[in-house]
């Protein structure tokens, strides 16, 4: 994956983090395992998002099962995959970060890197899991 030059720090490291993520599931390995294996250390929020989804791959996968209507987990292309982890991690477990730009910088990286109708797909689970998970905005 390449980085985007006008993009801020966040979307860059949102961006290696789904790398890192694509990485350690097409190498069956544990996210810990690939981050340790680095040569140079990720950014540290790209770290903070790949060892998150790793230690809270159960209950991101479970919240993803329930809300994707008609696809299964497994079924679904690995980017999107990926993409759902990273952002419903951060949608559950970073309460800081503004729910918008979570699903926006979602939906533009599936837009970028995965099938036309990803960006959609994207948008309506990660949707459905912020309004069950974080208060509506103000």
């Known amino acids: 994956m390449t980085f985007t030059p006008s993009a801020g720090p966040r979307r860059q490291a949102r961006e290696r983090a789904l790398g890192l993520l694509y990485e350690a599931e097409a190498k069956d390995m544990a996210t810990a395992d690939l981050l340790a294996e680095l040569p140079v250390e990720p950014d540290p929020y790209a770290a903070t998002l790949v060892g998150g989804v ?65 960006g959609r797909f994207v948008n309506g689970v990660l949707s459905k899991l912020a309004d069950e998970c974080r208060e509506p905005s103000p």
């Open 54 to 118: 790793g230690r809270h791959l159960d209950e991101i996968d479970g919240w993803l099962a329930r809300l994707s209507r008609d696809w299964t987990v497994e079924r679904m292309p690995a980017v999107d995959r990926a993409l759902l982890r990273m952002a419903a991690y951060e949608l559950l477990h970073e309460p800081t970060v503004p729910t918008g730009a979570v699903i926006d910088e979602a939906v533009e990286l599936a837009k970028s890197y995965s099938t036309e109708s990803s």
